[in-house]
């Protein structure tokens, strides 16, 4: 069975702040991908990155970077000087890896960030 | 490029009816999976439907169902209401499923059972 676990429920930060996001999963698949999803009051599910289980590098988009580390089994999202439009619950989701597979995506409880000015 | 769209966007249903949702696709994109999202729960998978055939099911009982048309449009039905069916249920659809190919989600609809 799959499980992603967000253990942080809300976080606060003042506009500006840099701000870490942590997921940690569980999976007996040796090949999966990783997800991470934002939700903004609209409802709607953005897609932000998508990092299979073999390609451990760091990834940087802009002001946003993730941090995949197999040997903790985390994928963690920082925001760095962080503004009012991200704003918004962010989700890390878990995917079996075998490409003739269904589109299951496994979700974590989602961490609500809230920045303000 | 016209994204996922989901009717209605707001239902409200009585205990012991049944309610059908629609999601219609990005064009081109042949799977089409949906999500109940409760804030008890979280984002559950429901199902995906792939070619109108239902490719995988997630662990809801069976008074969820769904179904897809030959132009990669969906439906779902959820028979004998309960207020625990309260949710926001979200539909994704992808070119052709899988983890490879992203999946663009719709506003979902939002329901409530009284």
């Known amino acids: 069975a799959q499980k992603v676990t967000q253990a942080q429920t809300e976080i606060s930060v003042v506009e500006k702040e840099d701000v870490t996001l942590d997921c940690v999963y569980e999976?007996?698949?040796?090949?999966?991908?990783l997800f991470w999803y934002k939700q903004p009051p609209s409802g709607e599910l953005v897609f932000l990155i998508r990092r299979n289980s073999f390609d451990e590098q760091n990834e940087i988009s802009g002001r946003y970077s993730w941090n995949f580390q197999k040997s903790t089994s985390s994928f963690n999202f920082t925001i760095t000087a962080s503004q009012v439009v991200d704003s918004a619950v962010y989700f890390c989701a878990l995917s079996p890896g075998n490409t003739g597979t269904a589109s299951k995506l496994t979700f974590g409880t989602g961490t609500r960030l809230q920045v303000t000015l | 490029k016209a994204g996922v769209t989901q009717t209605p966007r707001y239902l409200i249903k009585t205990r012991g009816q049944q309610v059908t949702l629609s999601c219609s696709p990005i064009s081109g994109h042949r799977s089409v999976s949906w999500y109940q999202q409760t804030p008890g729960q979280g984002l559950q998978f429901l199902f995906e439907?792939?070619?109108?055939?239902?490719?995988n099911k997630g662990n809801f009982p069976g008074r969820f169902s769904g179904r897809q048309f030959s132009n990669s449009r969906s439906e779902m039905n959820v028979s004998t209401l309960e207020l625990g069916d309260s949710a926001l249920y979200l539909c994704?659809?992808?070119?052709?499923?899988?983890?490879?190919?992203?999946?663009?989600f719709g506003p979902g609809t939002r329901l409530t059972v009284t």
């Open positions: 994704a659809s992808s070119l052709v499923g899988g983890p490879l190919y992203e999946q663009y």
């Open positions: 439907y792939f070619s109108e055939t239902q490719r």
């Open positions: 999976t007996r698949d040796t090949t999966y991908y």
